[in-house]
Nanobody
Framework: QVQLVESGGGQVQPGGSLKLSCVAS????????VRWYRQAPGKQREWVAS???????NYADSVKGRFTISRDDAKLTFYLQMNSLKSEDTAGYYC??????????????WGQGTQVTVSS
């Protein structure tokens, strides 16, 4: 089976920074697109950023210029660097990966999430 585990969340003051990590493990042949989503209390989950296997990145307008998504395929680890954090960035952050398993089946997997709280 495949697991994605996020870490790096916490509480930070407005204007601060956090770096989230997502580590993949299990029966993995390769990982295609990786996306970060977030969900604030009472709101729908929203897409934040994505990175393709080739390194192409895309960002939601709300985080463009402040967040950077990256990947280290050798370590099966994916990152979201978050700078200039605002209170409206407060949410649970979730990693999603399009994984090709060792059985050559492509499936979408989610991590359990990590909480980011931006507050003074």
């Amino acid at each position: 089976q495949v697991q994605l585990v996020e870490s790096g969340g916490g509480q930070v003051q407005p204007g601060g920074s956090l770096k989230l990590s997502c580590v993949a493990s299990g029966s993995i042949f390769s990982i295609n697109d990786v996306r970060w989503y977030r969900q604030a209390p009472g709101k729908q989950r929203e897409w934040v950023a994505s990175v393709s296997r080739g390194g192409n990145t895309n960002y939601a307008d709300s985080v463009k210029g402040r967040f950077t998504i990256s990947r280290d395929d050798a370590k099966l680890t994916f990152y979201l660097q978050m700078n200039s954090l605002k209170s409206e960035d407060t949410a649970g952050y979730y990693c999603n990966g399009l994984v090709v398993t060792m059985e050559r089946v492509t499936r979408s997997f989610w991590g359990q999430g990590t909480q980011v709280t931006v507050s003074s």
